[in-house]
C-alpha cells in the first residue's frame, strides 16, 4: 500500500491550503484515514481523521478550521485548511493505521505559514 501526498506549500497567515493524499489501495474507504503533523522541535501530533464510516475527529488546535474527508472514486484523503495560522507551520503526513493490521504512512508535504 502506498500513501502519496500532495499540496504543501507556502501561505500567508489567514489563507488556506489543501492536502490530498491518494491511496494505491482500492479498497481504501473501507479503512480509517488521518492526518498528522510535525513542527521543528516536536512530536508528530493528530491532526484529523475519518472513519470508514465518514466520522471525523480533530484536534482543538485546527477544529472549526479544518477539514478532512475522502473521495471513494479518487481513493484519496483531503484536507482543508482554512485560517491557516503561523503554528500550522510542520511537516504533514497522511495515515493509514490499520490496513490489513498494518501501519502505513505518506512522505509527508510541508506547509509554511508566514507572517
Known amino acids: 500500500v502506498q500513501l502519496q501526498a500532495s499540496g504543501g506549500g507556502l501561505v500567508q497567515a489567514g489563507g488556506s491550503l489543501r492536502l490530498s493524499c491518494e491511496s494505491s489501495?482500492?479498497?481504501?474507504?473501507?479503512?480509517?484515514m488521518g492526518w498528522f503533523r510535525q513542527a521543528p522541535g516536536k512530536e508528530r501530533e493528530l491532526v484529523a481523521s475519518i472513519s470508514s464510516g465518514g466520522s471525523t475527529k480533530y484536534a482543538d488546535s485546527v477544529k472549526d478550521r479544518f477539514t478532512i474527508s475522502r473521495d471513494f472514486a479518487k481513493r484519496t484523503v483531503t484536507l482543508q485548511m482554512n485560517s491557516l495560522k503561523l503554528e500550522d507551520t510542520a511537516v504533514y503526513y497522511c495515515?493509514?493505521?490499520?490496513?490489513?493490521?498494518?501501519?502505513?504512512w505518506g512522505q509527508g508535504t510541508l506547509v509554511t505559514v508566514s507572517s
Open positions: 495515515n493509514a493505521p490499520n490496513i490489513r493490521g498494518r501501519e502505513y
Open positions: 489501495l482500492r479498497a481504501f474507504g473501507s479503512y480509517p
